[in-house]
């Protein structure tokens, strides 16, 4: 089936940094979803993206949609200490169930 | 608006005892809700997939006699986890397909089950 692979697993960044993490796969997606996590909550959609080469920003945080349609790129700018937590991506094929990246975990240092 | 609401948030039972979680949509209606469980510092594993007046869809390896599933109406889908032993306990997620918008979820606060 298809699997969704996430880079970096985990970062430690200081506050103030810009970050940059993706999701990439072999199969092709028709839609990329960006969730974060925090401790023992339920993943909160960030940013939905529908169109190949599509660029899309909610806030500090921007992702795109990968021209090849197999990755998508989420940046947050200006980190915050409440940007921790787990980022997950999500790939959609239509007709067929959602898959989830890994994650990846994101700590900012004050 | 896309609130999904969960109930309880923590629970903890005996083995051999069932135990039921619901999963409400708030402001929207959801003809299909999905029910994940999650391991500490792993992904969301897809348990099933209910749809509203149906049966739900299971994933391979998740035995339907043990959790049951009930999508009663447009707004709630329960998951009751019976017979439950230890290994059993995890944090259990549900989530539902907004039927306005494309394919987004929205993701219930979760559910922590431990089984003594």
């Known amino acids: 089936g298809q699997q969704l692979n996430q880079s970096p697993q985990s970062m430690f960044i200081q506050e103030g940094e810009d970050v940059s993490m993706n999701c990439t796969s072999s199969?092709?997606?028709?839609?990329w979803l960006w969730y974060k996590q925090e401790p023992g909550e339920g993943p909160v959609l960030l940013i939905a993206?529908?169109?190949?080469?599509e660029l899309t920003s909610n806030g500090r945080l921007t992702a795109q949609f990968g021209i090849t349609r197999k990755d998508s790129f989420l940046n947050i700018s200006a980190s915050i200490p409440s940007d921790v937590g787990i980022y997950f991506c999500?790939?959609?094929?239509?007709?067929?169930?959602?898959?989830f990246g890994p994650g990846t975990r994101l700590s900012v240092l004050p | 608006g896309a609130v999904v609401s969960q109930h309880p948030s923590w629970v903890i039972c005996k083995s051999g005892t069932s135990v039921k979680i619901e999963c409400r949509s708030l402001?929207?209606?959801?003809?299909?809700m999905f029910w994940y469980r999650q391991f500490p510092k792993q992904s969301l594993m897809l348990m099933a997939t209910?749809?509203?007046?149906?049966?739900?869809?299971?994933e391979q390896g998740v035995e339907k006699d043990k959790f049951l599933i009930n999508h009663a109406s447009l707004t709630l889908s329960t998951l009751t986890v019976t017979s439950a032993h230890p290994e059993d306990s995890s944090f259990y997620i549900c989530?539902?397909?907004?039927?306005?918008?494309?394919?987004?979820?929205?993701f219930g606060p979760g559910t922590r089950l431990t089984v003594t």
């Open positions: 989530s539902a397909l907004h039927s306005g918008s494309y394919y987004e979820q929205y």
């Open positions: 199969s092709i997606f028709n839609t």
């Open positions: 993206l529908y169109k190949a080469g």
């Open positions: 999500a790939g959609i094929i239509y007709g067929q169930n959602f898959v």
């Open positions: 402001d929207f209606q959801a003809t299909t």
């Open positions: 209910s749809n509203e007046g149906s049966k739900a869809t299971y």
